[in-house]
């Protein structure tokens, strides 16, 4: 089974950016939908934002619209993070819907977790 490997993370001041990056290990990100969730301590995982392959769409969460922005390339989904703040702290995963669409932000529609990338915000 495939999954994804994340990177990117790390310790960032509020106001700060951040990017991270997905790549696919074991299937082609052309035919799947990719999806960020991240998971504050103590906290379940959530879902913030996903990118079509079939079509570009994307969606966002409420707590990151406007702030991050999610994209791709041929091998790679990236989440330009801006404005963090210390309620951005969490380890952040990719995941996939299994086929090309984004079926909202619910966990249950999602697989092929990596061992997700840590985001602190923090001064």
């Known amino acids: 089974q495939g999954q994804y490997v994340e990177s990117g993370g790390g310790l960032v001041q509020p106001g700060g950016s951040l990017i991270l990056s997905c790549e696919p290990s074991g299937f082609n990100l052309e035919y799947y939908a990719t999806a960020w969730f991240r998971q504050a301590p103590g906290e379940e995982r959530v879902g913030i934002s996903c990118i079509s392959s079939a079509d570009g769409s994307t969606y966002y969460s409420e707590s990151v619209k406007g702030r991050f922005t999610i994209s791709r390339d041929s091998n790679t989904v990236y989440l330009q993070m801006n404005s963090l703040k210390p309620e951005d702290t969490a380890v952040y995963y990719c995941?996939?819907?299994?086929?090309?669409?984004?079926?909202?932000?619910?966990?249950?529609?999602?697989?092929?977790w990596g061992q997700g990338t840590q985001v602190t915000v923090s001064s």
């Open positions: 995941g996939t819907s299994g086929d090309r669409s984004c079926y909202g932000l619910e966990i249950s529609q999602y697989d092929y």
